[in-house]
């Protein structure tokens, strides 16, 4: 299988703190890498450079084929005009924990955004594979409500169904349940379910246990801005060979 | 104990019949006596304008829509226009520049806010009324020629309100969440259309309210250019009562019509926030 993402000894700081202290990291296409770690592990920045909303210090990230931010001349890399950046951020999609809806725009217009100013498609052509998106996640009466007419698991639903109007190679996942009610949690789970059934490459970092061994192919153990351990979830949550998991799993199961 | 046993234990207040007890107001004398004191005052207070014959309402009626006060107001209501227009997009440019990434940009946007909050709107008027002691030629025009006194209300109310208007379309912007920037960003949306579409109607939302308090700031605050015998709505009843000596019923002219606009304004304002409201629970 081929790869779609591939990370090479990623590291990043925040003035002096060390958020990611050399990642690699293959994800091969069709399948669901779920990364786990306690907060302030770097799993939530892993995640963000991904799409380039976090620059890295050093090493390089390649999505599909192509590298994410930067061309490379030679042993050098160089940065990308922004508009090139957004080229590539259609390809890639991104759920956040906070679903972040534009509260202004309805639903619908949420979902058509990026489609029809990004890509643009014809406004017709955006409203009709938006209507089947939203059918989709559950919520095709619900087109012309504002975002904040709705409930956090609704709202994250259209949050999902706006990152798939691109229809990108890639969706990244950033704790898209943290934000939410214990009782909305599993209406969100069974949307992202159902991509990972369809073959959805895709990278969730979440603090769903459960989610992992269910539906992950790969489970990633991140620490201190390392990987700790990754496998198999059978292998990682079941056996897991490092301490340091076995402690973090004590604590969440 | 048991919640059965507690039932049974009955508050030594409270009768059998709980439903049978009637709730009575607190009766508050203090309140009426204040309402009418306050009234009695106010009654007063109109009686003695309304008897006041120094007002001469029948002069105030004469004046109020004649031709050189109609064009004053005129010259009010399309000088303010200009000044909100040019200054917003000049302070819009300059919230811009503050926020941006660039240390240069910034520092000169700061630069700006502080020097032209510094210095009172009067003292800029005339400073600029007599720039031609300064450039007595500006792009090959003698500068008295250039600047006339509207055109010098123009300039220097416009460099005032931007200052002003700078800082409330900053914190308009500041009151966006970053989250939704982000959202954008992932989204491959462009910086104009993240400007645009996202940012923008966002910060209007706390941009409006502080704004309408301008432009009513500004329509009131461009009687000053009567210092510089531009001919607005204060300038014209001057004329007047400078050859009639009714000053108060002439002022009182102003008055009304200054009252009158802002409460038009007020009505406005009311549906404009109602349109940026959209979406948010809280104002609906």
């Known amino acids: ?253 | 104990m048991s919640s059965d046993t507690l039932a049974k234990v009955p508050a030594p207040d409270i009768p059998e019949q709980a439903d049978a007890l009637r709730i009575v107001p607190q009766r508050r004398y203090g309140q009426w006596a204040a309402a009418v004191l306050v009234l009695a005052l106010l009654g007063l207070a109109v009686n003695s304008v309304l008897r006041n014959r120094a007002f001469q309402w029948d002069v105030v009626a004469d004046y109020f829509t004649s031709d050189s006060v109609l064009r004053g107001l005129w010259l009010t209501l399309w000088l303010t226009a200009v000044v909100m227009v040019l200054g917003f997009a000049l302070g819009t440019l300059l919230a811009a520049f503050r926020l941006s990434a660039n240390p240069v940009l910034r520092w000169v946007s700061w630069g700006y806010v502080w020097l032209f909050r510094s210095i009172p709107i009067l003292v800029q008027l005339l400073l600029w009324f007599n720039i031609g002691a300064l450039y007595p030629e500006l792009f090959g025009v003698r500068t008295v020629n250039l600047l006339g006194p509207v055109e010098v209300a123009i300039v220097g109310l416009t460099l005032h309100e931007a200052a002003y208007a700078a800082e409330v379309v900053r914190g308009g912007i500041l009151a966006v969440d970053r989250g939704q920037i982000e959202a954008a960003q992932a989204l491959g949306l462009s910086r104009w259309r993240r400007w645009r579409r996202i940012v923008l109607p966002q910060a209007m939302r706390s941009i409006v309210p502080p704004a309408g308090n301008m432009l009513i700031g500004t329509l009131k605050g461009t009687s000053i250019v009567s210092v510089i015998a531009v001919s607005d709505l204060l300038f014209s009843v001057q004329l007047v009562y400078h050859r009639t000596y009714q000053v108060i019923p002439l002022l009182m002219v102003a008055t009304l019509w200054y009252t009158i606009v802002t409460s038009v304004l007020g009505v406005g304002q009311y549906y404009v926030e109602k349109h940026y409201a959209r979406g948010s629970e809280r104002v609906r």
Do not use: C, W
């Open chain 1, 1 to 253: 299988m081929s790869v779609m993402v591939d990370i090479r000894s990623v590291h990043k700081s925040f003035g002096p703190l060390d958020v990611l202290k050399g990642i690699d990291l293959q994800v091969r296409t069709g399948e669901v890498t779920v990364v786990l770690g306690p907060s302030g592990s770097g799993k939530s920045t892993l995640l963000r450079t991904i799409n380039h909303l976090e620059k890295v210090d050093h090493g390089a990230i390649s999505v599909d084929g192509t590298l994410i931010g930067y061309r490379r001349s030679g042993d050098r890399l160089h940065e990308l005009p922004e508009r090139e950046v957004l080229r590539q951020r259609t390809r890639i999609g991104f759920v956040f924990q906070n679903f972040n809806l534009f509260p202004h725009l309805t639903v619908v217009e949420n979902v058509i955004e990026a489609p029809v100013s990004a890509l643009k498609r014809p406004r017709r052509e955006a409203v009709a594979s938006a209507r089947r998106l939203l059918e989709r996640v559950g919520l095709g009466d619900r087109t012309d409500a504002y975002p904040g007419q709705l409930s956090g698991g609704q709202q994250q639903r259209v949050a999902i169904a706006r990152a798939l109007a691109l229809e990108p190679k890639l969706l990244l996942f950033d704790e898209p349940t943290s934000a939410l009610d214990p009782e909305l949690v599993g209406e969100v789970l069974d949307v992202i379910r159902d991509l990972a059934h369809q073959g959805t490459t895709m990278i969730v970092v979440t603090h769903e246990i459960g989610f992992a061994r269910e539906v992950a192919d790969t489970v990633v153990f991140m620490a201190d801005g390392r990987i700790v351990e990754q496998g198999p979830p059978t292998d990682v949550l079941d056996n897991p060979r490092h301490e340091r998991t076995r402690a973090f799993l004590s604590k969440v199961l």
